[in-house]
Structure formats: structure tokens, C-alpha cells
């Protein structure tokens, strides 16, 4: 008896590590921009639109010193949500909910932060 408790309590709190780990999500590394209500994270092979959460915000509070213009990108590595679900204003196929900023950094150069100025 006291062996199957023993054994019940060992999976009960496996499982449950186990859901905490999908719960944080995966680490992403990419170009980072947060312009008006809108953010997406590009790496080098796709591009996710940014489910605006607090975690966004807080990042993107920690960008702006680092930026030049408004559109220019920050590197950033982030642990995320990612989903594909259909969302009423992201309408990128890949979507991601941050959960945690691991680090921020500004691009290396100005070559990275090619934008199209249009008159203001």
C-alpha cells in the first residue's frame, strides 16, 4: 500500500512539472518591433505576430532606449506561447504569447533597420 502512494505521489508531481514546462513555452530569438498596438518578432525563418500582454508591454518598455526611430528592431530572446489559432487582429499564421524576457539587445548596425521613412 504504502509502495502505490509512494509510486501515485511520484507521477502526480511529475505530471504536473511536466504541465508547468508547456505552460512557459519555447525560447524564440529574433528582430523585435512594437509600433502603435502592434508587434511582431521575426526570426530567421518566420515571423509571429505578438499577442499584446503585459510581458509585451514590459518589453516594450525595455526597447525604447535602444531604439533610434519607432520602427527600428531590437534583438530580443523571449520565452513564448506560440499558437495558430485564429485571432481577431493578428493576422499572422504564427502567433506568440510572451511569458518571459531573457534578454534585449540593440541590432548591430543601421544596415539591419532598413525602413522606408514616408513624410510626417
Not at 526570426?43 to 525604447?64: M, P, R
Not at 493578428?90 to 506568440?96: A, G, H, S, T
Request: glycine share 4%.
Amino acid at each position: 500500500m504504502k509502495k502505490s502512494i509512494i509510486l501515485f505521489t511520484c507521477l502526480f508531481f511529475t505530471f504536473l512539472s511536466c504541465k508547468q514546462e508547456q505552460k512557459s513555452g519555447e525560447i524564440i530569438s529574433g528582430d523585435y518591433v512594437f509600433h502603435g498596438d502592434a508587434a511582431v518578432l521575426q526570426t530567421d525563418t518566420l515571423i509571429y505576430g505578438v499577442i499584446i500582454n503585459e510581458k509585451a508591454h514590459e518589453l516594450n518598455q525595455k526597447i525604447e532606449p535602444l531604439k533610434k526611430l519607432p520602427t527600428d528592431m531590437v534583438k530580443v530572446e523571449i520565452r513564448g506561447v506560440i499558437n495558430k489559432e485564429k485571432h481577431e487582429t493578428i493576422l499572422w499564421e504564427d502567433k506568440i504569447e510572451i511569458t518571459e524576457i531573457l534578454k534585449v539587445e540593440a541590432l548591430p548596425n543601421e544596415d539591419n533597420n532598413n525602413v522606408i521613412k514616408l513624410n510626417q
